[in-house]
């Protein structure tokens, strides 16, 4: 095994051999192989071990086991202790998820301030059909099929090629001691169970399990591989980006035979999990809306607008003082000038009479019931009706603003002004607004 491993690292991991590492020990036996391959193949290497504060005197026997081990390999070693339990429950996570997060977000804060170029930790070709197992009883897309990969942004895993059997028989062959982890004897957790009762099935059946997997495995990645290249290809045709988001074009989509496996794959990364209710959409009337916890889908006419969750701001105020030329707001900028006649009016761009406005100015989102009387037209009109009229979608709406002199509205910014305020005297002073991001 120690000469296969040299092998893999210089064929498939060429920059290890040059770089600084920081490698996960827990303590088992796949961690503490994978700690004496390092030092047998001579990469530089240090230690990192995680004190989950879940198995009480086990969980601190863990970490004083792997303190030895890198003072008996003469490296450097960083161990850190968690409040799992209460992360957990603060984030309403499951304790596995949690120790996940908390794991790989101190390794990456490790290596970031020491300057670590990879991380590498000791999955292998178990965790693989393991992995696999789960997602199927879970259920998942083609990708949740397809292999744990080796090398992923700065994680790499060179021991994937190795069965667990192998790992094992290693460490016996070498004297290599490890901890046992009390809980993976237990079928508890899901993963437990698919390795204690599923996976001897399967073996018993095909012997060659692994091998027959890995086979599999490869094919499902060139099929993935292939689907990937397909949405490639189709990706412009559907989406174009917008001022909210993305949009995602209905007839376009309407008219692919894989419509459904197209949307999914498109729209997977922003964590919608209720997937018929968004594949729904394509025929849903106009306005229906599927959330995910970071992300809406909205059905809006001939498109599907893909934004974040609107923030819970709609009652934000700001005001414009009298005698204020140029101000800037988060919204954008405001430039109140007088002038001497109206020239050409454009959309972020309006002409007042001074005398009729009421300071300060207040610039607000728009709320039911909101009326003014546009410019150009007889009588008042509900906002909502205008936004309507002029078939603005939902995040338009709602990233619409309302400049307002005192209980009127003055101007629905960059789309109409209020016909009251404009001149309608010669003498009257003229005041122009203009607006800009």
Request: hydrophobic content about 40%.
């Amino acid at each position: 095994m120690e000469k296969e491993f040299k092998n893999i690292i210089k064929s498939d991991f060429k920059d290890l051999s040059n770089s600084k590492l920081l490698l996960a020990v827990s303590g088992g036996v796949d961690s503490v192989v994978l700690a004496h391959l390092c030092k047998t193949s001579h990469l530089n290497f240090s230690i990192a071990h995680c004190n989950f504060n879940l198995r009480g005197e086990e969980s601190d026997a863990d970490e004083e086991f792997v303190v030895d081990l890198a003072d008996a390999l003469e490296v450097e070693v960083f161990s850190q202790r968690f409040d799992t339990e209460a992360y957990a429950e603060e984030m309403g996570v499951s304790i596995q998820m949690a120790a996940r997060d908390l794991r790989y977000e101190w390794f990456s804060q490790l290596r970031s301030t020491l300057n670590f170029d990879y991380i590498l930790t000791a999955h292998h070709a178990n965790d693989n059909l393991e992995t696999f197992l789960i997602n199927l009883v879970r259920g998942s897309g083609l990708e949740g099929f397809t292999s744990i990969k080796a090398e992923n942004n700065y994680i790499v895993r060179p021991l994937l090629k190795f069965s667990r059997k192998e790992i094992e028989a290693f460490a016996k062959s070498n004297n290599i001691s490890w901890r046992e982890d009390s809980t993976n004897a237990s079928s508890k957790y899901l993963r437990n169970k698919i390795r204690h009762e599923v996976v001897p099935v399967l073996e018993e059946m095909n012997p060659q399990l692994l091998d027959s997997f890995a086979q599999t495995q490869e094919h499902l990645k060139e099929s993935f591989d292939l689907l990937e290249d397909y949405i490639g290809l189709l990706y412009n045709e559907i989406v174009t980006k917008s001022n909210f988001g993305y949009e995602l074009k209905i007839p376009v989509l309407q008219r692919i035979p894989n419509r459904k496996a197209v949307l999914y794959h498109l729209l997977k990364s922003f964590g919608f999990t209720e997937w018929n209710d968004v594949y729904d959409l394509l025929s849903a009337q106009p306005g229906k809306m599927v959330f995910s916890n970071t992300h809406r889908l909205i059905k809006d006419r001939e498109v599907l607008i893909l934004t974040e969750k609107p923030s819970a701001n709609k009652g934000t105020r700001y005001e414009i003082p009298e005698g204020e030329e140029i101000v800037m707001l988060p919204p954008g900028t405001f430039t109140l000038h007088e002038a001497e006649e109206i020239q050409e009016t454009t959309p972020n761009i309006i002409y007042v009479a001074k005398e009729k406005i009421q300071f300060p100015l207040v610039l607000r989102r728009w709320e039911k019931g909101d009326f003014f009387y546009p410019f150009g037209m007889k009588g008042k009109k509900k906002i909502s009706d205008f936004f309507k009229d002029k078939k603005l979608s939902l995040p338009e709406k709602e990233e619409s603003w309302l400049l307002c002199s005192g209980e009127k509205i003055l101007w629905v910014v960059n789309h109409r002004a209020d016909g009251r305020f404009a001149i309608t005297d010669p003498s009257q002073e003229i005041l122009k607004i203009t607006y800009s991001l």
